[in-house]
């Protein structure tokens, strides 16, 4: 199929790893690939109807798709709704390329253009989690993982027995979706961010270093937030030299809260380091603590009216 090439990445993970995965846009057309791609996903699209539709909608919307040498592994169907919103329609990979990022690459594209076009949201829908089911599980933490957060749940839409739930996100040119912070050792920074900060762990998920050890892909979110953490295990000494020492012992890290005192003392009696008494600046209450890995950050209240 002659279609111009769009973005190139070299992915890092899995047995194919170095390989290029070309993204391409496709205005129309895209019903063969997706039929192919959905028949080797039976477990998240095992009706026949729904599969019919996906594949008249890839037909005649524009679609994503991408390949890896020549081969296309993956597909993102999107629908305009009006001049400020858009919908992931479908997004399907095929399954041995699960869990390599191509989903992920797959968004960031759609996005781009979208954004380009000065679309504000961008929606998806998926089985809520009334649904047991643990594939679907896994759909709504990779949604949330990219910035989604659901909206509605609508029980009727589908059927009663596939409760749909709404997730939306806003779109902006740029925007800043991680910030990395090394660790010693995953599982403390968890108990650390979630436990004790109160943030959502987004993401936990298996991966692998660009050679091919084993490592893990750590996300966590203070609620409501949209730039999440990457927690990063360090990797060899000059990482581990850096653990609690990344911006040289500065404030690099500031999280603002509705009510001060109420986090402030919560904080304490868990056990968090503070290194400064709370004070009032012109930006707000704050105090200065001190996270797992020794990095310091200011806990802000309120902005001032």
Known sequence: MATPAGDEFELAVGPFRNELLVLRDQAAGSGPTCRRILDTLPTWFGIPEAVEDYVAVADRKPSVIASIAGVDVGIVTVIRHSPSAAEVHLMAVLPEHHRRGIGRAMLRHVEAGLARDRVEFLQVKTLSDRDPDEGYAKTRAFYRAYGFRPLEEFPELWDPQNPALQMIKSIGLANVELVTIVVDDYDRAIEFFVDTLG?????????????????????????????????????????????????????????????????????????????SSPRDEPYGRVAVFVDVAGNRWDLLGARPD
């Open 199 to 275: 943030f959502d762990l987004v993401e936990d998920s298996p991966s692998e270093t660009n050679d091919g050890r084993p490592k893990r892909w750590v996300v966590v979110r203070p609620p409501g937030a949209q730039t999440g953490i990457l927690v990063a295990r360090a990797d060899g000494a000059d990482q581990r030299a850096i653990v609690g020492g990344q911006v040289a012992g500065r404030v690099g890290f500031f999280l603002r809260v509705d009510d001060f005192d109420e986090s402030y003392d919560r904080l304490v009696s868990a056990g968090v380091r503070f290194v």
